[in-house]
């Protein structure tokens, strides 16, 4: 299947952004590229050929500004050949993509990173509490929205129920029967 519009797959922290990612990423022909967090920052500095902890050093020290870096190659990078997951997948919410938010209940995200981190239920609950925040801020400085405001989405599914495989399927079948709708946000 040929896809015409990079897929973002923004999320709650623990909803299961980078899982659904990649079972899409088996499920499209061709060679696609998942991009998160940790993949642009280490494009970023290939691309301003530095090293990763040069950026992050010359980041500290407001040499480079870092979010700004980072949307840059974010627009590059993203394509028909991506999926931008997680929370990189809200700096380009105004890009023409499939735009798909998932979510699902603060219990279930902490049972999830618990287990997965080996960590306490407490620890992974305070964990996605400021994740939240943090997404929400992205959302707020860049396009002056709710992050969880529908509108900016094409689809949002709720994962708490759901299987990360019907999830997938589910947004297979949306992009083959449709057409991307150019984003009525734009960047602030």
């Given at each position: ?12 922290k ?65 394509d ?42 407490k ?44 999830v ?21």
């Amino acid at each position: 299947m040929s896809i015409k519009f990079p897929i973002l797959i923004a999320g709650q922290k623990g909803s299961g952004c980078n899982k659904v990612a990649n079972l899409l990423k088996i499920k499209i022909s061709g060679s696609i590229e998942i991009l998160n967090s940790e993949a642009l920052i280490r494009s970023t500095a290939a691309r301003m050929g530095i090293s990763f902890p040069e950026f992050y050093k010359k980041s500290k020290q407001g040499i480079i500004n870092k979010e700004k870096a980072i949307r840059d190659t974010l627009y590059l990078k993203s394509d028909s050949d991506t999926i931008v997951e997680g929370k990189s997948a809200f700096k380009a919410l105004d890009k023409p993509s499939y735009r798909i938010l998932l979510k699902s209940s603060s219990e279930a995200r902490a049972k999830r990173l618990s287990e997965i981190w080996e960590i306490p239920y407490k620890d992974a609950l305070e964990f996605i509490n400021r994740s939240d925040k943090e997404r929400k801020k992205i959302v707020k400085n860049l396009f002056g929205k709710d992050w969880l405001d529908i509108s900016l989405y094409d689809i949002a599914i709720d994962t708490t129920n759901i299987s990360y495989k019907e999830v997938a399927e589910t947004i297979m079948r949306y992009i083959n029967s449709k057409k991307v709708i150019t984003p009525t946000i734009s960047a602030r």
